[in-house]
């Protein structure tokens, strides 16, 4: 990747206190970009960006509840202050606490508060930061929105209904932003984003669960958080010009082919050839 890319532009990524947000933010910075650290905790986006600087970076921590129109306001205030202007919006914050998770059963079993939350954060949150932040990207010639939707967006599971229908949702904003707003300069795409080895997943997930999902994949290992945040910065980028209105799977190709695939690779495998 070329370095320095992203020199000049000013970027936001909501829930960039930690995970896959912060990764983003610490990669857009390494490319240049002027970084606003967003999170509704204040600490935690501190830390972050204070680990940007730390390494030569630019950024600026914000606090903020992406599911208050007020608090959105109000950062992106602060960023249009700061820099004056906004570039790049990544929409990544989502509500994945334990609480949530917990709540977010099969459909019989959902628990309402877990629903609402989700649609708040995940899906509300995204739609109130472009309505606030595309004004500013549209006086300064256009921008990159860029929204974090997830494998549950696009496939049916067991478990997480309210998540999953929320992360359909940006599939659905990401591609009216485009369409809305792409003769003015603003560009709008989407990520699904696949089973990444981020520190939740390293501590939480058994590693049986991990063995499963790696035999979906269609690539030798699990990917990295940085995978992802390659992708983000391309996006982010001049480099993806003409890119707009797309949904990208960030997978590994686990939604890429038939559920069939696994057992039949193993029927060959057992057979020594791959002949009906």
Same mark, same amino acid.
């Given at each position: 990747?070329?370095?320095?890319?992203?020199?000049?532009?000013?970027?936001?990524?909501?829930?960039?206190?930690?995970?896959?947000?912060?990764?983003?933010?610490?990669?857009?910075?390494?490319?240049? *970009?002027? =970084?606003?650290?967003?999170?509704? /905790?204040? %600490?935690?986006?501190?830390?972050? $960006? @204070? #680990?940007?600087?730390?390494?030569?970076?630019?950024?600026?921590?914000?606090?903020?509840?992406?599911?208050?129109?007020?608090?959105?306001?109000?950062?992106? *205030?602060? =960023?249009?202050?700061?820099?004056? /202007?906004? %570039?790049?919006?990544?929409?990544? $914050? @989502? #509500?994945?606490?334990l609480k949530t998770r917990y709540a977010d059963r099969d459909v019989c079993n959902v628990e309402i508060e877990a629903?609402?939350?989700?649609?708040?954060?995940?899906?509300?949150?995204?739609?109130?930061?472009?309505?606030?932040?595309?004004?500013?990207?549209?006086?300064?010639?256009?921008?990159?929105?860029?929204?974090?939707?997830?494998?549950?967006?696009?496939?049916?599971?067991?478990?997480?209904?309210?998540?999953?229908?929320?992360?359909?949702?940006?599939?659905?904003?990401?591609?009216?932003?485009?369409?809305?707003?792409?003769?003015?300069?603003?560009?709008?795409?989407?990520?699904?984003?696949?089973?990444?080895?981020?520190?939740?997943?390293?501590?939480?997930?058994?590693?049986?669960?991990?063995?499963?999902?790696?035999?979906?994949?269609?690539?030798?290992?699990?990917?990295?958080?940085?995978?992802?945040?390659?992708?983000?910065?391309?996006?982010?980028?001049?480099?993806?010009?003409?890119?707009?209105?797309?949904?990208?799977?960030?997978?590994?190709?686990?939604?890429?082919?038939?559920?069939?695939?696994?057992?039949?690779?193993?029927?060959?495998?057992?057979?020594?050839?791959?002949?009906?």
């Amino acid at each position: 990747m070329t370095e320095g890319k992203l020199a000049g532009k000013v970027a936001i990524v909501t829930g960039a206190g930690n995970g896959l947000g912060a990764h983003c933010a610490t990669v857009l910075a390494e490319h240049g *970009a002027r =970084v606003a650290v967003v999170d509704i /905790r204040l %600490d935690a986006a501190q830390e972050v $960006a @204070a #680990a940007i600087e730390a390494r030569g970076g630019t950024a600026m921590a914000v606090e903020t509840d992406v599911s208050a129109e007020d608090d959105i306001r109000r950062m992106v *205030a602060a =960023v249009v202050d700061q820099w004056g /202007r906004i %570039d790049v919006l990544h929409n990544n $914050a @989502a #509500a994945l606490d334990l609480k949530t998770r917990y709540a977010d059963r099969d459909v019989c079993n959902v628990e309402i508060e877990a629903w609402d939350r989700s649609m708040d954060v995940n899906a509300r949150g995204a739609m109130l930061c472009c309505k606030h932040a595309i004004p500013v990207m549209l006086r300064n010639g256009g921008g990159s929105v860029i929204h974090s939707s997830s494998g549950f967006g696009v496939m049916g599971d067991a478990t997480l209904t309210s998540y999953a229908c929320s992360k359909a949702a940006l599939l659905a904003l990401s591609r009216m932003v485009a369409a809305q707003y792409g003769k003015q300069g603003v560009r709008s795409n989407a990520l699904v984003i696949g089973f990444v080895l981020n520190e939740h997943a390293q501590k939480e997930v058994p590693d049986e669960i991990k063995q499963i999902l790696l035999a979906q994949h269609l690539t030798p290992e699990l990917g990295s958080p940085r995978q992802i945040a390659d992708v983000v910065a391309f996006l982010a980028s001049d480099e993806s010009a003409f890119v707009t209105g797309h949904t990208m799977m960030v997978d590994g190709g686990f939604t890429s082919h038939a559920p069939s695939l696994v057992p039949i690779r193993e029927l060959f495998a057992r057979k020594g050839d791959n002949k009906w």
